[in-house]
Nanobody, 122 residues
Framework: QVQLVESGGGSVQPGGSLTLSCAASGTTDTIYAMDWYRQAPGKSREEREL??????????TYGDSVKGRFTITRDNDKMTVHLQMLNLQPGDTGIYYC?????????????WGQGTQVTVSS
């Protein structure tokens, strides 16, 4: 089992910045990727969109809407992932969920954090 705790959400004006953090605990040695997803207002759980992802080796992937503005980094020693968000826009508003994918044998297990709210408005 893996437990995830997010922090760092809040309210900012357009153009502002926030950094989100996600700390993993439990059987963290099985984690091979950690991601951030965003659930926009009025959207369902199934409509969460990938914001950024990072593998254990450091390979990163970004959603098109955040490329050039968001940066995901990972501290493997502390099993913590950070999402630096610059030049935030109202379209970035939503609940940000941390996600970890653990692999045991040939089976992947997906774990989710409780989410942290980000609101961008003037």
């Amino acid at each position: 089992q893996v437990q995830l705790v997010e922090s760092g959400g809040g309210s900012v004006q357009p153009g502002g910045s926030l950094t989100l953090s996600c700390a993993a605990s439990g059987t963290t040695d099985t984690i091979y990727a950690m991601d951030w997803y965003r659930q926009a207002p009025g959207k369902s759980r199934e409509e969460r969109e990938l914001v950024a992802a990072i593998t254990r080796s450091g390979t990163t992937t970004y959603g098109d809407s955040v490329k050039g503005r968001f940066t995901i980094t990972r501290d493997n020693d502390k099993m913590t992932v950070h999402l630096q968000m610059l030049n935030l826009q109202p379209g970035d508003t939503g609940i940000y969920y941390c996600n970890a994918i653990a692999r045991v044998g040939l089976t992947d297990y997906v774990f989710w954090g409780q989410g942290t709210q980000v609101t961008v408005s003037s």
